[in-house]
């Protein structure tokens, strides 16, 4: 079969990419509009959830839409299509969430740069080119420079951006310049063309150049999800920022950075096979980092009383579980059982992740007022007297986080160590024993802190001035959604596991090239 002519792949990338610019578009318009109009917060937010849901329904009408996957700069594999439909989802959980957080002056320059984070997110998720890649993942960095500057509320918040902005400068230089040795590696930007490289013809890719890239990429990528030894900008960047904004930063950079990992990594570094040298590098290199991050996330947020420092390490912990599957990962090979199940397991992580942490974050915002923030754990002591939903959808979301059964952030932590189980039961190295092992004890001590927060909410008297204000009903439905959704995935998984399966075939299949498109799998 004839390879399609390059118009041909320039119309089904555009067509691809259509719910991606229609959402830039009209990101650029609110933008500009901002400057000469002056509508209430409420009708910008309206306009930006109008777009999400017309790009939610094109998405779903380019279901089945095909491309040559060596000649396309962008994919609508089963990989790209459900994480550009979870990415747009969770974007309706943190639109709900902003809705009142912004004042009229500064709504269209908010929501327009919300929307560029979720397209560049969604280009991420879709890149199958290593400049169209970075081009994704910079649109969502620059917005989040605007977003951070916007609020300014006091010295602490400008520290925050400031730092944000000069360490996201650095970590993109980091990742360019490993994006570049991995092109002068091969020759070829195509990251399916990378993989198929990598797999027919390992021995022409020389592996110190190999590891240079990883190291350079991983450092890159490591930043976005908070990853040890690059995460020391998170805690401060989270206390000092809106809450709305440190929901943001939780979920969405560590989304397109695991993604991101998948797409350049995990697929193409592990398409080399058994005997390709950088496998045992990069697996060596994931250890190091996953115990790093998870013992120190969990280590430092037992100490913290601040809430906002405590879901700061919270996150970088939960960097170091999904560190731990992207490790097992690495060595995805054609029939690799346990390597497939770590890249499923670091899928249905990230999914439970985004309900359990915007659910959390959007109970401090429901509860919290100008005239009194919620800014220390106490701050939520008796709130199942004075607001028993509210304790109960937090409750719920903390017990996701925790890993307790039945819940999704039980699901993705089982699916996740099972994976590291099962390798190391095929390796003669006793390295993934010790992962499991050291990632099962970080989550047993990472539960005790997010308990004490049930035990305050619940055991504990309420203040002398409880909270008693009215909650907006988008931020109910919102947080809701995120404590129901965490229920029924623990409960009813399959929907979930099916889509995630579809997601690691697509990520590691590299069909002959001259062959028939990949389609979507059903």
Request: proline share 5%; hydrophobic share 55%; with cysteine.
């Given at each position: 079969?004839?390879?399609p002519s390059?118009?041909?792949i320039a119309?089904?990338t555009?067509l691809?990419?259509v719910?991606?610019?229609l959402?830039?578009l009209?990101a650029?318009?609110m933008?500009?509009?901002?400057?000469?109009v002056r509508?209430p917060?409420?009708?910008?937010c309206?306009?930006a959830?109008?777009?999400?849901?017309?790009?939610?329904?094109?998405?779903f009408?380019?279901?089945?839409?095909t491309?040559?996957?060596?000649?396309?700069?962008a994919?609508?594999?089963a990989?790209?299509?459900n994480a550009r439909?979870?990415l747009?989802?969770?974007g309706?959980?943190v639109?709900?969430?902003?809705h009142d957080q912004?004042?009229?002056?500064?709504?269209?320059?908010?929501?327009g740069?919300?929307?560029?984070?979720?397209a560049?997110?969604?280009?991420?998720?879709?890149?199958?080119e290593?400049?169209?890649?970075?081009?994704?993942?910079?649109?969502?960095s620059m917005?989040?420079?605007?977003?951070?500057?916007?609020?300014?509320?006091?010295?602490g918040?400008?520290e925050?951006?400031?730092k944000?902005?000069f360490?996201?400068l650095?970590s993109?230089?980091l990742?360019?310049?490993?994006?570049?040795?991995?092109y002068g590696?091969?020759?070829v930007s195509?990251?399916k063309?990378?993989?198929?490289?990598?797999?027919h013809?390992s021995?022409v890719?020389?592996?110190?150049?190999?590891?240079?890239?990883?190291?350079?990429?991983m450092?890159?990528l490591?930043f976005r999800?908070a990853?040890?030894p690059?995460?020391?900008?998170a805690p401060?960047?989270?206390?000092?920022?809106p809450?709305?904004i440190?929901?943001?930063?939780?979920?969405v950079p560590k989304?397109i950075?695991?993604l991101?990992?998948?797409r350049v990594l995990?697929s193409?570094?592990?398409?080399?096979?058994?005997?390709?040298?950088?496998i045992?590098?990069?697996?060596?290199?994931?250890w190091?980092?996953?115990?790093?991050?998870?013992?120190?996330?969990?280590?430092?947020?037992?100490?913290q009383?601040?809430?906002?420092r405590?879901?700061?390490?919270?996150?970088?912990?939960?960097?170091?579980y999904?560190?731990?599957?992207?490790?097992?990962?690495?060595?995805y090979?054609?029939?690799s059982?346990?390597?497939f199940?770590?890249?499923?397991?670091?899928?249905?992580?990230l999914v439970?992740?985004?309900?359990?942490?915007?659910?959390?974050?959007g109970?401090?915002?429901?509860?919290s007022?100008?005239?009194?923030?919620?800014e220390?754990?106490?701050?939520?002591?008796?709130?199942?007297?004075?607001?028993?939903?509210?304790a109960?959808?937090?409750?719920?979301c903390l017990?996701?986080?925790?890993?307790?059964?039945?819940?999704?952030g039980?699901?993705?932590?089982?699916?996740?160590?099972?994976s590291?189980l099962?390798?190391?039961s095929?390796?003669?190295?006793?390295?993934l024993?010790?992962l499991?092992?050291?990632?099962?004890?970080?989550?047993?001590?990472?539960?005790?802190?997010?308990?004490?927060?049930?035990v305050l909410m619940?055991?504990?008297?309420?203040?002398?001035?409880?909270?008693?204000h009215?909650?907006?009903?988008?931020t109910?439905?919102?947080?809701?959604?995120?404590?129901?959704?965490?229920?029924?995935?623990?409960l009813?998984?399959?929907?979930l596991?099916r889509a995630t399966?579809e997601?690691t075939v697509?990520?590691g299949?590299?069909p002959?090239p001259g062959?028939?498109?990949?389609?979507?799998?059903?």
């Amino acid at each position: 079969m004839l390879p399609p002519s390059s118009l041909e792949i320039a119309r089904q990338t555009l067509l691809i990419l259509v719910p991606e610019l229609l959402i830039l578009l009209v990101a650029t318009v609110m933008m500009t509009a901002g400057a000469f109009v002056r509508f209430p917060r409420r009708l910008w937010c309206g306009i930006a959830t109008g777009t999400m849901l017309a790009a939610l329904l094109i998405l779903f009408g380019l279901r089945h839409q095909t491309i040559d996957v060596y000649s396309a700069i962008a994919l609508n594999d089963a990989f790209s299509y459900n994480a550009r439909l979870v990415l747009i989802l969770a974007g309706f959980i943190v639109l709900a969430l902003a809705h009142d957080q912004v004042d009229d002056a500064r709504a269209p320059e908010f929501f327009g740069a919300f929307l560029m984070i979720n397209a560049g997110s969604m280009l991420v998720a879709a890149s199958n080119e290593l400049i169209f890649l970075f081009v994704g993942l910079e649109l969502v960095s620059m917005p989040t420079y605007l977003l951070l500057y916007l609020s300014r509320r006091n010295a602490g918040t400008q520290e925050a951006a400031t730092k944000y902005f000069f360490l996201s400068l650095f970590s993109s230089a980091l990742l360019l310049y490993g994006l570049a040795f991995l092109y002068g590696l091969t020759g070829v930007s195509n990251l399916k063309a990378l993989a198929y490289i990598t797999q027919h013809m390992s021995a022409v890719v020389n592996p110190n150049l190999m590891l240079i890239a990883l190291v350079f990429i991983m450092a890159g990528l490591g930043f976005r999800v908070a990853a040890v030894p690059f995460h020391f900008y998170a805690p401060d960047v989270y206390q000092g920022s809106p809450t709305v904004i440190t929901a943001l930063l939780a979920w969405v950079p560590k989304a397109i950075g695991f993604l991101a990992m998948a797409r350049v990594l995990t697929s193409v570094v592990s398409a080399g096979g058994p005997g390709f040298i950088t496998i045992d590098r990069a697996v060596a290199l994931g250890w190091i980092m996953a115990v790093a991050t998870m013992t120190l996330g969990n280590t430092v947020a037992l100490l913290q009383d601040n809430l906002k420092r405590l879901l700061a390490y919270s996150s970088i912990a939960h960097a170091g579980y999904l560190l731990v599957g992207t490790t097992v990962a690495f060595t995805y090979t054609a029939g690799s059982t346990p390597a497939f199940f770590g890249l499923q397991g670091v899928l249905i992580y990230l999914v439970a992740y985004a309900l359990m942490t915007l659910g959390a974050f959007g109970v401090i915002i429901a509860l919290s007022t100008p005239e009194r923030p919620i800014e220390n754990v106490n701050d939520l002591s008796g709130l199942a007297q004075t607001h028993p939903v509210i304790a109960l959808a937090m409750a719920v979301c903390l017990f996701s986080l925790a890993g307790i059964p039945p819940l999704a952030g039980f699901y993705g932590k089982f699916a996740i160590f099972m994976s590291v189980l099962d390798a190391a039961s095929g390796s003669t190295s006793s390295m993934l024993w010790w992962l499991a092992v050291i990632g099962m004890l970080n989550a047993a001590v990472g539960a005790y802190y997010y308990l004490r927060i049930v035990v305050l909410m619940y055991l504990r008297p309420a203040p002398s001035t409880p909270i008693n204000h009215r909650i907006a009903w988008p931020t109910l439905v919102a947080v809701g959604a995120c404590a129901v959704l965490s229920l029924l995935l623990g409960l009813l998984p399959a929907p979930l596991v099916r889509a995630t399966r579809e997601a690691t075939v697509a990520a590691g299949e590299l069909p002959e090239p001259g062959t028939a498109p990949i389609a979507l799998v059903k």
